[in-house]
Nanobody
Framework: QVQLVESGGGLVQPGGSLRLSCAAS????????MRWYRQTPGKQREWVAH???????HYPDSAKGRFTISRENAKNTVYLQMNSLRPEDTAAYYC?????????WGQGTQVTVSS
C-alpha cells in the first residue's frame, strides 16, 4: 500500500521560508518522478515543482528562483524548500508520485503566509 505523508507546513510571515517534506512508503521511491502541487479553495490544483527519477527538476514561472525541490532516495523523501514566501503562496500543498500510468497523492499540508 503506497503512502505519501507530507509535513512541514505552518504559518510564516511574508518573506519567510519553509521546507516541506513528503515521506513515501510502499513503493520503489527511486523509480518515481515526484511533484509538489498546491491548491486553494475554489481553484484548480496547481503544479509548483517536479523532480524526475533522474534528479532533473522543473518549475513553473511562479516558483522559479524561490522554490527548490530535492529528493533523498535513501530516505524515500522529497522536499520542497520555499523561500521569499508571499501571501499568494498560501495553499494546501500536496505531494504526488508518478510512474507511467500510476499516480499517488498525499493528504496535503497547509501553508499560510501572513503577517
Amino acid at each position: 500500500q503506497v503512502q505519501l505523508v507530507e509535513s512541514g507546513g505552518g504559518l510564516v510571515q511574508p518573506g519567510g521560508s519553509l521546507r516541506l517534506s513528503c515521506a513515501a512508503s510502499g513503493m520503489m521511491f527511486s523509480n518515481y518522478a515526484m511533484r509538489w502541487y498546491r491548491q486553494t479553495p475554489g481553484k484548480q490544483r496547481e503544479w509548483v515543482a517536479h523532480i524526475g527519477s533522474d534528479g532533473i527538476t522543473h518549475y513553473p514561472d511562479s516558483a522559479k528562483g524561490r522554490f527548490t525541490i530535492s529528493r533523498e532516495n535513501a530516505k524515500n523523501t522529497v522536499y520542497l524548500q520555499m523561500n521569499s514566501l508571499r501571501p499568494e503562496d498560501t495553499a494546501a500543498y500536496y505531494c504526488n508520485a508518478i510512474r507511467g500510468s500510476r499516480a499517488y497523492w498525499g493528504q496535503g499540508t497547509q501553508v499560510t503566509v501572513s503577517s
